[in-house]
């Protein structure tokens, strides 16, 4: 009898009537893919093209030199096949497809001993250009606001700059530090200090016990659940911009990036994936 089962067991899988595992290799995609990407979320393309690879072992990704080059310069141009952007094509820019894969929170730092709870959005503005000088015009006590600005160009700082309309305009603090974890360790030590830092990062430092308050904004707490519903005001796409129609090739990188494996990958990095649950 036993023998018997084996027979049919063997038998069905000599004729393919067990499903491949669901992580199996897939041999039928095949080619190179080149990705132009710059900045933090590069970490996050890093890691994605390699369980890519791992699902489909005939494809090789690799990444675009991005010393002083515009990522849409390299699509345009044909040297990459996926530009990486914070931000969404422009209608004149019609010949490419823009798909959001995920968001970036920024969140105003301040001091866990500082009185301030939150800020509307205008009153970010007036921080960070210099209208307000001490911090009882938001709420806190009399004390003069310390600025701790961070590097210009990059990290969140020129996102942060557009989403004020403050570009080349903030004011000059005491300092400019790099990367996200100076700022937060200059920010728990000075009472009277602000910052800004990638959202993700400074919720878990919160969690850890590291002496900082990320403010709520116009009543809208810092969480990563309001970042991806759009509730919180203070976010920038990640965007992968590809020419329209995508080659296959292109198509499926884009789709591991939507699908669950590409969305962890995006959480990992200190991304806030396209839907958060609290």
């Known amino acids: 009898m036993q023998a018997g089962l084996f027979v049919i067991i063997g038998l069905i899988l ?3 009537l067990v499903p491949p595992p669901a992580d199996a290799a897939d041999m039928s995609l095949t080619g190179k893919l080149t990705i132009s990407v710059t900045g933090r979320e590069q970490a996050v393309f890093e890691k994605a093209s390699v369980k890519f690879e791992k699902l489909h072992p005939r494809v090789r990704v690799r990444f675009a030199a991005t010393d002083g080059v515009d990522p849409l310069a390299a699509l345009a141009e044909g040297s990459a096949d996926i530009a990486v952007v914070g931000r969404t094509p422009k209608p004149e820019e019609q010949d490419w497809t823009g798909t959001t894969v995920g968001w970036e929170g920024i969140a105003i730092m301040v001091n866990a001993s500082n009185r301030v ?13 210099g209208a307000v000088k001490t911090w009882d015009e938001v709420g806190g006590l009399e004390a003069r606001i310390t600025i701790v600005n961070r590097e210009e160009g990059k990290g969140v700082r020129p996102y942060l700059e557009q989403l004020l309309s403050l570009s080349g305009k903030f004011v000059n603090g005491k300092g400019v530090v790099e ?7 200059v920010i728990s030590g000075n009472l009277n200090a602000v910052s800004y830092v990638n ?8 969690s850890v016990g590291v002496p900082i308050r990320l403010l709520a904004i116009n009543k809208v707490d810092p969480e990563p659940a309001n970042v991806s519903s759009g509730a919180y005001p203070l976010r920038r796409p990640i965007v992968m911009v590809t020419k329209t129609p995508p080659s296959p090739l292109v198509k499926a990188f884009v789709d591991f990036m939507l699908d669950k494996e590409g969305q962890k990958t995006v959480l990992e990095e200190d991304f806030v994936p396209l839907v958060v649950t609290k």
Do not use: H
Request: no cysteine.
């Open 199 to 206: 959202l993700s990062a400074g919720v878990g430092n919160v």
């Open 14 to 16: 000599s004729w393919g």
């Open 179 to 185: 990367p996200d974890k100076e700022a937060i360790r």
């Open 117 to 129: 709870q939150e800020v509307t959005l205008k009153q970010v503005t007036d921080l960070l250009s």
